[in-house]
């Protein structure tokens, strides 16, 4: 059987009555969900728009989806 230690770190802000004090405390929050995809921006161009290829399951940026070929006759 394995027996675990846990210390917890507390720390103390004393505030002394009649000081004119602001304290503010924060702790780092938990972390959300990773980005689990794949860039691929090696032919990336100006304008770029980000979009996900089903077929290689990546996410891309290049240029055959552009704000130019959204714009003129994009099909969307």
Do not use: R
């Amino acid at each position: 059987m394995t027996s675990v230690n846990v210390s917890t770190s507390k720390n103390t802000v004393t505030v002394n009555e009649g000081d004119t004090t602001i304290v503010t405390i924060a702790t780092q929050g938990t972390q959300g969900p990773g980005f689990d995809l794949a860039l691929d921006h090696s032919g990336k161009v100006n304008n770029s728009i980000m979009y996900y290829d089903g077929t290689s399951g990546k996410v891309k940026l290049d240029s055959t989806t552009t704000k130019l070929t959204l714009v003129d006759g994009g099909s969307f």
